[in-house]
């Protein structure tokens, strides 16, 4: 004979009713009697969130700036179809069908290449400067040349005044400019004197652990003060009178 489950008695409107206390029918599970009392279990699908989160009420005090700058999305508006295309670098140009198109072609990239490095050797851009402007001693020597007034940056205007008194047929003035002419290189002796000292100075200063040649630097920096300072390549980064 077959066994039945356990049960209790339960009054359902006046009629004792048989409740399974535990056990298992044909049809599936059957609660206990005591499930009534059981807390409720929630289930919660993965992706949603709490209703009681979501309605929280925030602090006065709190500040809610990120959260409203997250809500309101990336913070700037969706730019136009045709500002986003001009923005957006362009296909790649066919490959040249004729010889004739790919010299012109290269000679273009070749051009544009030219452009961009004289003016980054015109900004003084360490990749763009030639190997005998680079580096950070070079640097200190051409600011040192920048950062005073040098005999030698009045060349080009008083060799040109010598050379027009030269032309004036009168042996008085051309008397004076051989002497103006003789003394303004003695002058510029005399200050690339004391320009190759400063220079010296400056670079076992600033760099006294590493070697140098000097003679190479103090020539470097002769030279740049025989140019003009507008026509100086690097150009100046430094006015007159700094402390460098």
Request: aromatic content about 8%.
């Amino acid at each position: 004979m077959r066994s039945l489950p356990r049960t209790n008695t339960a009054v359902a409107g006046g009629v004792p009713m048989p409740v399974p206390l535990y056990g298992a029918h044909r049809g599936g599970p059957v609660p206990c009697a005591d499930a009534r009392r059981l807390p409720a279990v929630k289930f919660r699908l993965p992706g949603r969130r709490d209703r009681a989160a979501a309605t929280t009420v925030p602090d006065d005090a709190a500040d809610l700036t990120p959260q409203l700058v997250k809500a309101t999305g990336k913070g700037r508006p969706t730019p136009k179809r045709v500002e986003a295309q001009g923005r957006r670098p362009g296909p790649p140009p066919p490959p040249p069908t004729t010889r004739k198109e790919a010299y012109k072609r290269m000679r273009e990239q070749q051009a544009s290449r030219r452009a961009d490095t004289r003016a980054g050797m015109a900004r003084g851009e360490e990749q763009y400067l030639p190997a005998r402007d680079r580096g950070p001693v070079r640097r200190l020597v051409r600011d040192v040349v920048d950062a005073r007034r040098n005999a030698g940056s009045f060349f080009l205007g008083v060799a040109a005044l010598v050379l027009v008194g030269y032309f004036i047929p009168d042996p008085a003035v051309q008397s004076y400019t051989v002497f103006v002419w003789f003394f303004f290189f003695l002058a510029i002796a005399v200050d690339s004197v004391f320009l190759g000292r400063r220079i010296k100075k400056k670079v076992l200063e600033r760099f006294p652990d590493q070697p140098h040649r000097m003679k190479g630097l103090v020539w470097y920096g002769i030279s740049r003060a025989t140019m003009i300072r507008r026509w100086r390549f690097p150009r100046a980064e430094v006015p007159i009178g700094a402390d460098v």
